[in-house]
T-cell receptor
Framework: DSGVTQTPKHLITATGQRVTLRCSPR?????VYWYQQSLDQGLQFLIQ???????AKGNILERFSAQQFPDLHSELNLSSLELGDSALYFC?????????????FGEGSRLTVL | AQSVTQPDIHITVSEGASLELRCNYS??????LFWYVQSPGQGLQLLLK??????LVQGIKGFEAEFKRSQSSFNLRKPSVHWSDAAEYFC????????????FGKGTRLSVIA
């Protein structure tokens, strides 16, 4: 158990809909990272937050947004969903905002768009 | 920007045999290198990491990796594979910057046969 909690574990929805994925980082970790894992693209970095502030942004679509709340949990919002958004979305946390720290991954939220 | 190549998509080894998973990176400066493992239905777990110093690093579960700057490689090895090692293995490269997240390779799936 990494200590990172993601909900929901599975989500099935239709095209055009909006979903919210939630992540609770390990106790004490200030950084939260979101990654998208698909068969063709592998693990793609989406966005990072550190202590409530956006720290780094990767290949995140404009239809996607995220935030980190004062209690340090994070939410990833995916809207106007398309079939190609079907993927496993991982949240990871670390104590600092430097990649020299180990990332602790949750078990992921599997999104299926029909 | 850094990048990672894992040339082997899928490798099958016999239980008890030795294992080497290849990883090549591209980065202009000294990289921070990682190997993660993902078991079915699980998140990623750190196996080992290299920041500096001894180029042969030891990790958990009997794994080791060797950093070879001249070959831009960071191959993962294990002398004797167990059936429980069947999983997906990811090599990742990072840089010392809060704005540079880990970049992952596309992974190598390891199957272990009796």
């Amino acid at each position: 158990d990494s200590g990172v909690t993601q909900t929901p574990k599975h989500l099935i929805t239709a095209t055009g809909q909006r979903v919210t994925l939630r992540c609770s980082p390990r106790s004490g970790d200030l950084s939260v990272y979101w990654y998208q894992q698909s068969l063709d693209q592998g693990l793609q970095f989406l966005i990072q937050y550190y202590n409530g502030e956006e720290r780094a942004k990767g290949n995140i679509l404009e239809r996607f947004s995220a935030q980190q709340f004062p209690d340090l949990h994070s939410e990833l919002n995916l809207s106007s969903l398309e079939l190609g958004d079907s993927a496993l979305y991982f949240c990871a946390s670390s104590a600092w905002d430097s990649v020299t720290g180990e990332l602790f991954f949750g078990e992921g939220s599997r999104l299926t768009v029909l | 920007a850094q990048s990672v190549t894992q040339p082997d998509i899928h490798i099958t080894v016999s239980e008890g045999a030795s294992l080497e998973l290849r990883c090549n990176y591209s980065y202009g400066a000294t990289p921070y290198l990682f190997w993660y493992v993902q078991s079915p239905g699980q998140g990623l777990q750190l196996l080992l990491k290299y920041f500096s110093g001894d180029t042969l690093v030891q990790g958990i579960k009997g794994f080791e990796a060797e950093f070879k700057r001249s070959q831009s490689s960071f191959n993962l090895r294990k002398p004797s594979v167990h059936w429980s090692d069947a999983a997906e293995y990811f090599c990742a490269v990072g840089a010392y910057s809060g704005n540079t997240p880990l970049v992952f390779g596309k992974g190598t799936r390891l199957s272990v046969i009796a």
